[in-house]
Nanobody, 119 residues
Framework: QVQLQESGPGLVKPSQTLSLTCTVS??????????WGWIRQPPGKGLEYIGY???????NYSPSLKSRTSISRDTSKNQFTLQLSSVTPEDTAVYYC???????????WGKGTLVTVSS
């Protein structure tokens, strides 16, 4: 059973960079055909797919966030990391790391972590 666990600061100041790490157990992030992504949900709003890093290391980002987003990985630790720069209060959300089986079919979710952007 694949398990994902988010970690990182729960409070980030405006204009700073939000950084979250997802640790994966029960499966390798280099396994063919799987993608490892980040999804967020602002308070009272719907889910937004931020982007993913694939089994071969390729990345894909939401057009609306692409200029501020970077997803990387550490295969030795079986982890992948989200960095979102120049954050504003509108980036306040619960952030989830997920496994995507392709075509945005998400089959495993982390529990989610609330990140608040505030001074």
């Amino acid at each position: 059973q694949v398990q994902l666990q988010e970690s990182g600061p729960g409070l980030v100041k405006p204009s700073q960079t939000l950084s979250l790490t997802c640790t994966v157990s029960g499966g390798s992030i280099t396994t063919n055909w799987y993608y490892w992504g980040w999804i967020r949900q602002p308070p009272g709003k719907g889910l937004e797919y931020i982007g993913y890093i694939g089994y071969s290391g390729g990345t894909n980002y939401s057009p609306s966030l692409k200029s501020r987003t970077s997803i990387s990985r550490d295969t030795s630790k079986n982890q992948f990391t989200l960095q979102l720069s120049s954050v504003t209060p509108e980036d306040t959300a619960v952030y989830y790391c997920v496994r995507d089986g392709g075509d945005y079919y998400v089959d495993f979710w982390g529990k989610g972590t609330l990140v608040t952007v505030s001074s």
